[in-house]
């Protein structure tokens, strides 16, 4: 009975379902095969017909598509930037005094550095501030360099640097044969040279492209501040009444030894002949008055007929010091005359080994003199050829030594 009563509910349920949805009309065979017919869509507004609309959607697609194809061009761009360059060994480029950022990628593009001068040209200009260059040097590209190392290299300046070094003891006229010598540095040497003892020796560091003007000024600069500072820094003492007297006698310190231990010793011995109004008697002095700036020639001695040469710059002949350097010194025959030993030495010869023999009395000089002859004589060298020693009766006696060429 159960059973049958749920049934009986199901099949209610399905007849008034259908009498709900009207009644049943058979269909013949045909019709039942017809297609049914599809309803046709919703007409569009006029408004989404409107001509307005269609190109305001135009535009939207193309903006969409151009901002697709900026991205991706972007990152292309940034993509070549940063990615290693072409580049297969290391190469030096050089870029000009003046050159603008098209002249450069063009250069780089073509020396095979980079692979697209406009992408390189183009992205490097956002890095730049206004007003801000690559700048002039010589620069060292390392191989498959990016763009963007290559930017930052030329950015910050850190171009190839050349040295040139002047010596202590150089003249002027020296250094500046030097100068004209080097095959970096460009432009003219001044048509005028500068006072003797106004450039300093040292070594100057320089990018290709820099002229040989800029180094001479370089030098003059250093050496003014140089001398002004170790004049400041003086012995109240000293019988020197100007900074030139101070240069003047600084030069004969640096030419008559190289051996920084003895500069202020030998300073000693020619202030304390000056103090006594005694001639300095510096064979260096002999060089510069006979052969000036260009310096003695390395086979031609200093005869004794030379002492007596009258000349502007021979200390056998005049009182006091000559009238300029006659060279440039160096830091230590400055500060070696701005400080001197306190001796009372009047006299120096060569000692055989690269330095002198220092002597308060002429009996002790004379006897210092008689054992260098003998090392001259043992070594096979002309004493008579070679001023070594002034004459051992005159008071106002020599300092001696080997010489600087």
Same mark, same amino acid.
């Given at each position: 009975m159960t059973d049958n009563s749920q049934n009986s509910g199901s099949s209610f349920g399905r007849d008034a379902e259908s009498a709900a949805k009207g009644p049943i009309i058979p269909k013949s065979p045909t019709e039942a095969l017809r297609p049914e017919r599809v309803p046709q869509p919703p007409r569009r507004s006029r408004k989404a017909r409107s001509q307005l609309v269609i190109f305001l959607n135009f535009l939207m697609t193309m903006a969409v598509a151009v901002c697709v194809a900026a991205v991706a061009g972007f990152f292309y761009v940034m993509s070549v930037y940063q990615n290693p360059g072409p580049l297969a060994t290391n190469t030096n480029f050089v870029v000009r005094n003046g050159a603008g950022l098209s002249e450069i990628a063009s250069g780089l593009e073509r020396n095979g550095i980079i692979a697209d001068a406009r992408i390189f040209r183009h992205v490097t200009s956002t890095y730049l501030e206004e007003g801000e260059t690559l700048k002039a040097g010589e620069y060292e590209i390392k191989a498959g360099a990016t763009m963007k190392e290559i930017m930052d290299l030329l950015k910050s300046g850190k171009s190839i640097l050349y040295a040139i070094s002047f010596p202590e003891g150089l003249t002027v006229r020296q250094m500046f044969k030097k100068l004209a010598e080097d095959t970096v540095l460009e432009g003219e040497l001044p048509a005028q040279l500068p006072v003797e003892g106004s450039l300093r020796p040292d070594t100057y560091k320089y990018s290709r492209g820099t002229k040989r003007a800029e180094i001479v000024s370089q030098m003059a600069a250093a050496q003014q501040k140089l001398v002004d500072q170790i004049w400041e820094k003086r012995d109240p003492d000293l019988p020197l009444k100007t900074k030139e007297e101070f240069v003047v006698l600084a030069s004969i310190v640096e030419r008559e030894t190289g051996k920084d231990d003895e500069r202020a010793h030998v300073?000693?011995?020619?202030?304390?002949?000056?103090?006594?109004?005694?001639?300095?008697?510096?064979?260096?002095?002999?060089?510069? @008055?006979?052969?000036? /700036?260009?310096?003695?020639? #390395?086979?031609?001695?200093?005869?004794?007929?030379?002492l007596k040469k009258e000349t502007p710059y021979n200390t056998y002949v005049i009182k006091g010091l000559p009238p300029g350097p006659i060279a440039n010194p160096g830091r230590a025959a400055l500060e070696a005359v701005a400080q001197p030993w306190k001796t009372k030495d009047l006299y120096f010869v060569a000692d055989g080994t690269g330095g002198h023999v220092f002597a308060a009395t002429l009996d002790e000089h004379?006897?210092?003199?008689?054992?260098?002859?003998?090392?001259?004589?043992?070594? @096979?060298?002309?004493? /008579?050829?070679?001023?070594? #020693?002034?004459?051992?009766?005159?008071?106002?006696?020599a300092t001696t030594k080997k010489k600087k060429n």
């Open positions: 300073a000693s011995v020619f202030i304390n002949r000056l103090t006594k109004g005694m001639r300095l008697q510096s064979d260096p002095t002999i060089v510069y @008055g006979l052969f000036g /700036g260009d310096g003695k020639p #390395a086979d031609r001695p200093i005869y004794q007929s030379d004379n006897a210092n003199v008689k054992r260098w002859r003998k090392i001259e004589a043992e070594r @096979g060298e002309d004493p /008579g050829a070679a001023v070594d #020693a002034a004459p051992e009766a005159d008071p106002d006696a």
